[in-house]
């Protein structure tokens, strides 16, 4: 980090890094004002349409700022993150909370976890229905495990799924919402065309199966079916379109916490990796003044997300001096080609990352109070959508990231991101 100790504002990468990681161009902004903190945010590693990119930008730049908004108020990481968070899941155009992709039996499951690099707590939500805003529950489960053991020694719990999850919620005041008030004309229009291209597909096998004494070719095999498709059905990516975000706070803190509704017409009960834990999001202060502290949040196939723990690895990949090769040389070789993925041949997901550490001067002075903070993003997918913001600045940035020219979904990857250095003089 020797060579970022002398930057004095924000700088961000905005052009794809190929496996070289080369960089374009970059921008700059300035800061003023005392109040400290960072806030990244994306709306999902998938495909985002250039029809919505308006409202996926928008909605980016709506958490950023209420992020913002909570670090200024003197809210620490955790509060940021949460309040971030919700503002995703609210929003209809992002798979997470209210617009949730249903599942087979036509129902909303959410997944959610958060996680607190001061304490290491972590609080996950698992198929969980009928409330608005799963990250509230997670993160009243992380707050109850903090308080220490329950009646007669008994450790609370750190992750529910499915009707206890519900359960307990209401038990613990977070209210209850119909999956019909939180189902929107796109995620139920949605469900419907998954349905007739799954019978369809059930029908087209179903006569194979019948065909296949009379109508084998001289090799003793079906000729091939291609693939069923929907008419006006987006890229297969579309569905994977998890939200998260990652901040630290004025002393350093970081958080983490990621949302997701799954994939679409998944089977009724499954948990993606957003509930995971090292798999959806991932947190940590440094232990030591030669460490970074890190926050991840993932964001693609939650399949592929779990096998390969890729929160966790991303954050340990950190800790190597130089951040945009460590990040791609991590998506390369713990996701691309991890061995625990070795039968796919199209592995699809996203991160964001950020890390920070003590500016030199403020090491040097008590006075002085300075992060460094380094926020990168890398997706498998044909875009994401990401959006960050300092306390410090008027307004948040967006971006939605795109794989460059030519690269294949699953096998090519893209990498972005940029320098911020957020200080104040105390009084």
Sequence with gaps: M?????????KETVSPLNNSGSTVNSTVSGYDGKAMGFVLVHAGAGYHSESKAKEYKHVCKRACQRAVDRLRAGGLALEAVTSALMELEDSPFTNAGTGSNLNLSGEIECDASIMDGKSLNYGAVGALSGIKNPVLVARRLLS???????SAGRIPPCFLVGKGAEQWAISHGIPACPTEKMTTKFSLSGYKRNKRKMELAEQVETKRKRQLCGHE????CLEPVGDILVAGEENNSACLDTVGVVVVDREGNVAAAVSSGGLAMKHPGRVGQAAHYGCGCWAENARDVSLYSTAVSTSGSGEHLIRTMLAREC????????AHQALLEAMQNKF????????????????????????????????????????????????????????????????????????????????????????TVSD
């Design 144 to 150: 109850e495990t903090q308080k220490g053991k329950l």
């Design 336 to 423: 691309i080609s991890s061995p625990f993925l070795a039968g796919e041949d199209c592995v699809l997901g996203g991160v964001i990352v950020l890390r920070c550490c003590t500016c030199g001067e403020a090491q040097r002075s008590e006075d002085i109070q300075a992060l460094l903070v380094e926020f990168l993003w890398s997706h498998t997918t044909e875009s994401m959508c990401v959006g960050y913001m300092s306390a410090q600045d008027s307004k948040a940035r967006t971006h939605i990231s795109r794989l460059p020219p030519g690269a294949v979904a699953g096998q090519s990857l893209a990498i972005e991101g940029g320098v911020c250095r957020l200080g």
């Design 2 to 10: 020797e060579n970022l100790e002398n930057s004095t504002d924000c």
């Design 217 to 220: 070719n001289d090799f003793g």
């Design 315 to 322: 954050s340990t990949a950190m800790q190597a001096e130089n």
